[in-house]
């Protein structure tokens, strides 16, 4: 299935889990943006920045186009964006750091 129409619930991520790693990432330190980076490694180097920015910093696609000039549909980001989220998910669970689920 492609990217764009993949769920949280073909991630194996409930909406409690995806609201709990937003907040992680939205009041991530440094230490914890480097945990962000290595799990978002398995994304498209193209995409990763911006995946980056849009957990990190809440920015919504809409207003990163207007900053910068990207090459992905609204559908397309929202599909990465999920991958990215269920990314950081296992990384959290390889390394026991999903035990407040």
């Not at 230490?31 to 980076?37: A, L």
């Not at 992905?72 to 407040?100: H, P, Q, T, V």
């Amino acid at each position: 299935m492609r990217t764009r129409y993949m769920s949280y619930a073909d991630y194996g991520i409930t909406n409690e889990e995806k609201e709990h790693i937003l907040d992680f990432c939205r009041n991530a330190n440094e230490v914890e943006i480097k945990i962000i980076d290595d799990a978002l490694s398995e994304l498209n180097e193209y995409i990763r920045p911006y995946i980056k920015r849009s957990l990190v910093e809440g920015i919504s696609y809409d207003r990163i186009v207007v900053k910068d000039e990207i090459y992905l549909s609204k559908e397309d980001f929202y599909g990465w964006r999920r991958k990215g989220i269920a990314a950081i998910s296992r990384w959290m669970i390889w390394n026991r750091l999903s035990d407040a689920w």
